[in-house]
């Protein structure tokens, strides 16, 4: 179900292949947002720098640059919703663009049904404006709902935003252990394909910010077989 929000937010497309960029905006456009099509990396960049869309789908294989070095220069700057699209489908690239940021994945081909699925999945996690509440706390991590700010020790932490929909449902759930399908559901919405490597990936990610140990978690602890738990004490 689409929301009023939802009208009006602008999606950048990176892709050289004008067919697909074409099935892609032609599809995005019909859905209510608005769209721009650039084919090469740097002028992505520039666009980015001097217009910042709501959200960029970004191919990886581009005439100029590789898609990834741009995925790495936005990331640089800042938490912008980015999605990667690529024809390699192997595993690696998968984790080697959601280890340097980007919030999602698409492999080609894909049906536009589910990148639209996948696109208003994200937009709805980082538009999520919720109703100001008390501050979260978990041992000495603390989550800001109001300003969307997690520190730990009173040390800022810089979140994605699918980190950062992680880190309030471990939160709120904490000392439950929380499987890894309700996990995704909470993340990534109810029509997001299980995809369990891309919940890894980010797990790590998220563990490298916050935990003392990464190697040895004490806030986001893997439940084998079931999924993951924020313990209440220190474990
Ligand atoms: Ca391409």
């Known amino acids: 179900m689409q929301t009023l929000t939802d009208q009006n937010r602008h999606i950048l497309i990176v892709e050289d292949d004008a067919d697909t960029a074409e099935m892609v905006s032609t599809f995005l456009e019909t859905a209510g947002y608005s769209t721009a099509t650039v084919d090469t990396g740097e002028i992505a960049l520039n666009e980015i ?65 589910e990148l639209l699925a996948r696109v208003m999945a994200l937009l709805r996690r980082v538009g999520w404006t919720p109703v100001p509440e008390p501050k979260l706390i978990v041992r000495h991590l603390e989550l800001d709902m109001a300003r969307r700010q997690a520190s730990i020790r009173n040390k800022k932490l810089h979140l994605t935003p699918v980190e950062y929909g992680i880190l309030v449902t471990m939160m709120r759930t904490a000392g439950a252990v929380v499987n890894h399908d309700d996990l995704l559901r909470a993340v990534w919405g109810e029509r997001y394909e299980s995809d369990y490597s891309v919940l890894r990936v980010n797990i790590s990610r998220l563990r490298q910010k916050l935990e003392e140990n990464p190697r040895h978690p004490s806030y986001i602890v893997t439940v084998p077989g079931q999924g993951y738990v924020m313990p209440l004490k220190r474990p």
């Open 49 to 113: 720098s001097s217009q910042p869309p709501d959200l960029v789908l970004l191919d990886l294989g581009l005439p100029d640059m590789p898609g990834l070095e741009v995925l790495k220069q936005v990331r640089a700057n800042s938490f912008l919703p980015l999605i990667v699209i690529s024809g390699k489908t192997q595993e690696h690239d998968k984790v080697v663009a959601l280890e340097q940021g980007a919030d999602d994945y698409m492999g080609k081909p894909f049906s536009p049904e």
